[in-house]
């Protein structure tokens, strides 16, 4: 319950501050926003005195303090000021908002629940798609518990965290204050959601101002798909269980097929609920968009200078949101100042500098910490042409635009016709031109290990640009009047353009799997009960490793899924596991070495590492054993509380 109350006075600060800085905007809005901004004082005012006083509860509820003097002194001055009234949901009617909210928030509540360790007799289970990726961020979460900043990995000690962990931090706040660990992540991830779907609506109709354009850009944004429904359909009349294996397979969905080069998975199944810091950075996201584009029609300093201090705060919350926003910011400046009357190419040069200078200024720090050393440092980066349709040879596995349309859909094909409709030095033609900048960085530079995740750049760019392509099937459907069948080809592209993603909704929604065992959870239990904070343990580098993510202990060695993937060098380590673990008879130097306190010996270690358990057996003390687990302390800790399950 206590966590649950942190959550709530940080977004209570939130709406207090944007209550009061956005007085004129619509309440809507207001809220939106607020909440938002009290997720990020949530992740960032801890973080800040983490630095100071490590990631304690007192640095947290510091942190909540000055939240709450922010939110006072805005609301007694923005007191004074006279307000207008303006409806709660301004031009928007609430019935439309309700529609096209609602049901996909039931629908990601219900995922959030299935997906994030739902309890089945004391085993935990998750879904298809969080089954690799959820372990990572429970570690975060875990072991940021008291933890002294800059944090390590808890899967590679002395390896510094440069992956953007703002997204876990506020979980581990929660969890300081007695939040429960399952419940702490579906709630924020519920809630984080909601506000990526009110505030896609919002930028949505803030670009377009119809009704009928911000629903269509809505459904193509979370239920988008491309065309992969077409290999499925067409298998399915040559064998009938292919289409069963969608709803049963792993990794079967008509998004997500690698053997047919099918990549362009759907946002919500494989993008916002298993990737919790890309769903956080879009949290992040859209309110920036939505001051970029109230900031660029106004020409405001004040509004640029907001939107500068916002983006400077988000290369830790999530660096690829951080990046596209910047990409975009330049596409769209250089358009502006191209397009601006002579009279005001000053004042928009002005605009656009303060914000660039006050963006790198914040940001510049976190950079320098965090992600430059882990992204250039790894060797990351990397020339790679038409991502991951590039066979690495030079040769594209499908032809160019193909695999684009294949992969996004026939709205693909909109886009370019939809952005040359814009009026020439409208902010709908800058937002094309800053969507096209994202696109071309993204189609010519590898930044990671993984060329896949070049993803969360194009989907920015297809975010932007979807508004102005739905706004353009909109006139389009207006001066198709009077033709016969316009509204069997629209109905038939709204079908092509969904039936992937529904397909692969309806998949997560009943996938089912275990992620770790009721032993393990026995075990993880007992070591976060009974165990030093700061023990570290000798375990196999299963990425489902219980000591690492429900216990958040350090380990020798995690999986190279994540390790690798985030350009991390960590083959000593994983030699020196696998040599402690088989032959720990002669590892006495590396015992010493790694400062191991306790061996966690399961049915992964015995047939993965070949674990000479009868040395630890007879060699040291047996502090826990339930079924196939059993925990064994080193050196002089002898002495802990054992514990047998059985």
Request: proline share 4%.
């Amino acid at each position: 319950m206590g966590g649950i109350l942190l959550l709530c006075g940080y977004l209570i600060c939130g709406v207090a501050i944007a209550d009061a800085a956005l007085a004129r905007k619509c309440g809507l809005v207001r809220l939106w926003f607020g909440l938002c901004l009290g997720l990020m004082l949530m992740m960032w005012l801890p973080a800040l005195f983490a630095f100071a006083i490590g990631f304690t509860r007192r640095a947290n509820l510091l942190g909540l303090a000055c939240a709450a003097v922010a939110a006072l002194a805005l609301f007694l001055c923005g007191r004074r000021r006279p307000r207008a009234y303006v409806p709660f949901c301004g031009e928007l009617p609430p019935y439309f908002v309700a529609a096209l909210v609602i049901p996909l928030l039931i629908l990601s509540a219900y995922l959030q629940y299935t997906h994030t360790l739902r309890n089945v007799g004391g085993a935990l289970h998750v879904g298809q798609s969080t089954y690799g990726d959820l372990c990572l961020h429970l570690g975060i979460a875990t072991s940021l518990r008291n933890a002294s900043f800059p944090p390590d990995y808890s899967i590679l000690p002395g390896a510094l965290l440069g992956y953007p962990f703002l997204a876990d931090s506020m979980v581990t706040s929660m969890l300081l204050f007695g939040g429960d660990l399952a419940l702490s992540f579906a709630l924020t991830g519920t809630l984080m959601m909601a506000l990526v779907y009110v505030g896609f609506l919002l930028f949505a109709w803030a670009l377009t101002g119809r009704k009928s354009a911000t629903a269509l850009a809505f459904a193509l944004m979370f239920i988008n798909g491309g065309l992969g429904f077409l290999y499925t359909f067409d298998g399915a009349f040559k064998d009938p269980t292919m289409l069963r294996n969608v709803f049963t397979g792993f990794y079967q969905t008509p998004t997500n097929m690698p053997e047919l080069n099918l990549r362009w998975v759907n946002v919500i199944a494989d993008m916002m609920i298993p990737q919790r810091t890309l769903l956080t950075g879009w949290m992040a996201l859209l309110p920036a968009l939505y001051l970029l584009i109230d900031a660029a029609r106004a020409r405001s300093l004040p509004r640029f200078l907001a939107l500068g201090i916002w983006a400077g705060f988000m290369p830790m919350v999530h660096t690829h949101s951080f990046f596209a926003l910047g990409l975009l910011s330049a596409g769209v400046m250089l358009h502006q100042l191209i397009s601006a009357p002579r009279e005001e190419l000053r004042r928009a040069l002005a605009c656009y500098l303060t914000y660039g200078a006050v963006a790198v200024a914040i940001a510049l720090p976190q950079l320098l910490t965090w992600t430059f050393p882990q992204t250039v440092g790894g060797g990351s980066l990397a020339f790679r042409f038409n991502w991951v349709n590039n066979q690495g040879n030079g040769r594209l596995i499908d032809g160019y635009f193909w695999f684009w349309i294949k992969n996004v859909g026939l709205v693909y094909i909109v886009m370019i016709p939809a952005a040359l409709s814009t009026k020439r030095g409208s902010l709908l033609r800058s937002l094309s031109i800053g969507a096209l900048v994202i696109y071309g960085v993204a189609e010519l530079i590898q930044f990671q290990p993984n060329e896949y995740d070049n993803n969360k750049l194009f989907y920015v760019a297809y975010m932007v640009m979807l508004p102005i392509a739905a706004l353009y099937l909109t006139q389009l459907w207006q001066k198709l009047r009077g033709v016969r069948g316009r509204a069997l080809f629209a109905a038939l592209f709204i079908a092509a353009s969904t039936v992937s993603g529904a397909l692969s909704l309806a998949r997560e929604a009943v996938s089912d799997y275990q992620l770790f065992s009721a032993e393990e959870v026995e075990a993880a239990k007992f070591i976060d009960e009974n165990l030093p904070e700061d023990a570290v343990f000798l375990t196999g580098d299963q990425h489902n490793n219980a000591v690492a993510a429900l216990a958040g202990r350090d380990i020798i060695c995690g999986t190279g899924s994540y390790l690798y993937f985030h350009g991390i060098d960590y083959s000593a380590q994983l030699d020196a596991e696998a040599q402690m673990l088989a032959n720990p008879a002669g590892s006495a130097e590396l015992f010493e070495r790694y400062g191991v306190d306790y061996a966690y010996i399961s049915d992964q270690e015995r047939y993965s590492f070949a674990a000479d358990e009868d040395w630890f057996r007879e060699n040291c003390a047996q502090v826990f054993e339930s079924g196939s687990v059993r925990i064994y302390a080193l050196g002089g800790l002898e002495s802990a509380p054992a514990a047998s399950l059985e």
